[in-house]
Each structure stands twice: as C-alpha cells, then as structure tokens.
Nanobody, 131 residues
Framework: AHLVEAGGGLVQTGGSLRLSCTAS????????LGWYRQGQGKERELVAA???????????YYEDSVKGRFTISRDNAKAMVYLDMDTLKPEDSDMYYC??????????????????????WGEGTRVTVSS
C-alpha cells in the first residue's frame, strides 16, 4: 500500500488534531493499520493501531501515554485511517507516520503490530504542541 498522511500542524496544549492517512494500491481492509511517532534523536514508537476489518469488529492498540486521549479509526470504503488526538501535550510533538502491516492469520492482532515491522510507511506529518 502507498500511504499518505495529512492533518499535522501547530496546536496549543489541550487542543485537538485529526490526522488522516490515505492508503492506495492494495485491498487495505485486510491490513492492520497504525500510527507511529518519532522525535528527533528518538526511536520510532507505535502510538496506536487498528486491526483489519470494519467497525465494530475491530481491535485497537494504544501506547500507554495516549490512552484516553487518542482514538484510532478506519474507513475501508475510503481506504483511510484516522488518528483523533485530544488533550494534546507538548510531549506529543513529533513526526507522525502512518503504517500498514501484512495480515498474519492465527496471530493476535496486538502481537502483530507490537512485534512485526510494518511493510509500508507514509512520509510523515508533523505535529507541534505549544506550551
């Protein structure tokens, strides 16, 4: 899949942003999708992921620091995945990357996204949260 992110920008502490990612080139409904972030000099970390399939029959993963503040969703008809970010903090400032994994049968979704590298990445979109 070819992934293109949009929606980054500058927001004040406590504000909200919605990131979107358009996927093209493959049948994206069968792929787990997610969002990573990476700050300068830091390793890329998985922020959120959503299993293959369609709501309400999906599973979600969230990194501990974003639980309750970020929500990941997907729209397979539009080949889109979203990351709604609320109550943003300065430490959320990073480059955010959309990612897609191959579907692995007989493996828990969480295991796939936390142990396997994505097969496709977007170019990233920058989020800056001012204090």
């Amino acid at each position: 899949a070819h992934l293109v992110e949009a929606g980054g920008g500058l927001v004040q502490t406590g504000g909200s942003l919605r990131l979107s990612c358009t996927a093209s080139g493959s049948r994206i409904s069968i792929n787990p999708l997610g969002w990573y972030r990476q700050g300068q000099g830091k390793e890329r970390e998985l922020v959120a992921a959503i299993s293959a399939g369609a709501s309400p029959f999906v599973s979600r993963y969230y990194e501990d620091s974003v639980k309750g503040r970020f929500t990941i969703s997907r729209d397979n008809a539009k080949a889109m995945v979203y990351l709604d970010m609320d109550t943003l903090k300065p430490e959320d400032s990073d480059m955010y990357y959309c990612a897609a994994w191959h579907f692995v049968a007989d493996q828990p979704f969480t295991q796939t996204v936390t142990t396997m590298a994505p097969y496709s990445w977007g170019e990233g979109t920058r989020v800056t949260v001012s204090s």
